[in-house]
């Protein structure tokens, strides 16, 4: 037969041109060709065998190579590795289940615990809510080692930035840390000042591990401003849309940067004081909150994008933290001794929907602690009337220590993750 099939590219007119010749072959049998034959036979078998391992081959590959693509995950974290943890998981999905080895330190004997969130030393009789270990579903939090955690935080910065939840979140940072500091001298606020819900800046040194864990109170993020010239009058203050707060600047050169906000955004700090929305010289007198929170996200965002070294500084923001106040107004609250066993609805937060929303079309990388599922729960971990202010109950903070520790373990594991911190 002269020429021989192209295996590659073996099509229907190969086929056909395959079966003429075929044909041909065996009239040249009947003429009883025997030398030529042999070698038609010979050529026959080798191109036959040569398309059955092409199809072999073929299906091979195929099996071999499809059942690897998997569907991509939703939203996974890097956990720090150690032998009881898996390598990726959801960490904020999971349940809260009891651990006699937490709490993770006293809070009567951290300077920088607030008053107002120790409740144990405010009058709490019951310690159970302390008593509590977040257990992700697929993996585990790595044991908190304060020794490894502050020898390879040495020389680095962290940057708190946000309201009370984020004070909050800065005062158990540092009273975790501080268990692994041996003088307790060793660790002091940079200006000498006390904790105070309204000051704008608190930083705590580490002298020991040249070590800096500061805190900047910006409730909005964006910048509050006064009343424009001719505006009506209940419109008393501006919260400025389109520009961030004017301290910004200062928390550029940071290594870790972890911000929050969310609980000013509500009518009772807004517009039932006089505050509206501004951007530019135009006063949004219509605006609803959640459209105002997003403009100031996307504000943010623009800051994130052209003003963070991405190379030096890991971003992160917590979501909305979840509050157990109940009654029709949602005025009242009740502490309760254990957990809920069941989110009954508040697992879910415009304010977090529209942070993780935003953080999703940025191109440099934020981390979202999505914090507001696993708080859902926690309607027995609030300051409730075990405050330095017991006339005013509140469910909405947090005791310390508890579920704010909890934020903080997550948070430490991903920065030192190997995609986190390097040393």
Known sequence: ???????????????????????????????????????????????????????????????????????????????????????KCNVFEGKWIPDESYPLYNASQCPFAEPGFNCLANGRRDRGYQKWRWKPKNCDIPKFNVQEILGKLHGKRIVFVGDSLSRT???????????GVEDKRDVYEINGNKIA??????????????????????????????????APKRVKSTVRLDKLDDISKEWIDSDFLIF??????????????????????????????????????????????????????????????????????????????????????????????IIIDVVKKMTTPVAVLHVTPMGAFRSDAHVGAWSDNPSVPDCSHWCLPGVPDTWNEILLSMMLSKNGLTT
């Open 1 to 87: 037969m002269a020429g021989s099939f192209e295996v590659e590219q073996y099509s229907l007119s190969k086929l056909r041109q395959f079966h003429e010749r075929f044909l041909s072959f065996s009239n040249k049998i009947v003429k009883g060709h025997c030398k030529l034959w042999v070698s038609e036979s010979i050529s026959a078998l080798v191109v036959i065998g040569l398309f059955l391992s092409f199809l072999l081959a073929t299906v091979c590959a195929y099996f071999y190579v499809f059942p690897r693509y998997q569907p991509a995950a939703v939203r996974t974290y890097r956990v720090h590795e150690s032998s009881n943890s898996v390598g």
């Open 169 to 179: 979140q800065w005062e158990s940072m540092i009273c975790l840390l501080m268990t």
């Open 197 to 230: 819900k309204k000051i704008r800046f608190l930083g705590v040194w580490f002298s020991s591990f040249n070590l800096r864990v500061d805190f900047y109170r910006s409730v909005f993020l964006v910048q509050p401003g006064p009343a424009p010239r001719r």
């Open 260 to 353: 929050n906000s969310g609980h000013w955004w509500t009518p009772t700090k807004l517009f039932d004081m006089g505050c509206y929305f501004q951007s530019g010289g135009s006063l949004k007198l219509g605006m609803g909150i959640t459209s105002g929170f997003r403009s100031s996200l996307k504000t943010w965002a623009a800051w994130v994008e052209t003003s963070i070294n991405r190379n030096r500084t890991r971003v992160f923001f917590r979501t909305f933290e979840s509050s157990h106040w109940i009654g029709r107004n949602r005025n009242s609250c009740k502490v309760t001794r254990r957990p809920w066993l069941k989110t009954k609805g508040r697992d879910r937060s415009r304010i977090s929907d």
